[in-house]
C-alpha cells in the first residue's frame, strides 16, 4: 500500500470512528428520554394497580353483602 493510500485510509478510518461516537452520543440522549418515560409509565402503572386493588376489595365486600342477602330470602 503506497503512503497516500495509507494516509486516506487513516483519515478515513478516524472519520468513521468520529461518526460512531456520534451516532452513540444520540442514542445515549435517546436511551436517557426512554429511562424517563419508562420511570413515569411505571409510576402510572403502579397508581393503576393500587386503584384496581382498591375497587377489588370494594367488589368482595358488596360480593359479600349480596351473598348475605340472597341467604337471608327464603327459599
Known sequence: MSEPEQERRIVQNTNDI????D???QMEGTLAKHT???SN?????????ARF?????R???ID???????RRLPG
Request: proline content about 0%; glycine content about 6%.
Open 59 to 61: 367488589f368482595d365486600r
Open 23 to 25: 451516532m452513540l452520543s
Open 64 to 70: 359479600g353483602q349480596l351473598e348475605e342477602i340472597l
Open 41 to 49: 409509565l411505571a409510576a402510572a402503572v403502579g397508581a393503576h394497580d
Open 36 to 38: 424517563v418515560q419508562l
Open 18 to 21: 468520529l461518526s460512531i461516537y
Open 53 to 57: 386493588d382498591a375497587h377489588d376489595a
